[in-house]
């Protein structure tokens, strides 16, 4: 009988037969595997607060994230676009910023001064005058693209990729690009296009001045009117989710 209550005693207690058994605290251990208090990052392919799901189908990332199709053959991307009057900074989530170029190109004709004739000498006047003033050249709206390269980013289906959520000033969705006047790619959601222009080609001026067969000792002037255009070179396009 005291042999049976010994046992009990010791079971009880956690006794191991020395020392007074094991001490154990109230405060429970904490796991490595706990979860952290936010998703640290939505493009780096973890699940940084171990909830299961991670960047673009993590829920705390749905205002920063979005699955987009992948990208079209020939076309990079993805980036987010601006274009207006006040070109803004490109936010941290993007890695690089692109400068497409400009749209909606003003080139006033250049303004001459009047041709003259000099008195006759040999056959012949001098012709002087034409001088051309050429007004700057101005463009309606610049263009900045914030592109971003997240290629660990996961939590989209089949062939999306997770990429950075595009909000105001930019345009409302995601875009891809390509250099030159180019179609935007059928058969996918990239169908709003836009098209910039990063170079100018200017001849704008005003047109030798003349001077007619002398008639006595004076010769009718011509010529030294406005010349020349400005024309957009280097485009590139944009293609957009609308």
Known sequence: MRFALAVVWLAACGGNGGGGGDARSDTPEVSIDAPDPTETSCFD???????????CAEPSCAPFAACVPELPAGWDGYAALYDGTAAPTCPGVFTSTLAPGNVGLTAAAASCTACACGAASGGACPASGGVATVPPATWATTAVACEGSYPDATGCTGTDSCQPKVGAPFHSGTCIHQIGD?????????????????GLFDTRGCAACTCGTPSGNACASGGGGPSGSAMQLQPSTYCCIP
Do not use: I, K, S, W
């Not at 392919?45 to 960047?55: K, P």
């Not at 959601?189 to 098209?195: L, M, Q, S």
């Open 45 to 55: 392919g973890l699940d940084d607060d171990h909830n299961g799901v991670a960047d």
């Open 182 to 198: 180019m179609a935007c790619p059928a058969q996918t959601v990239f169908t709003e296009r836009h098209v910039f222009y990063a």
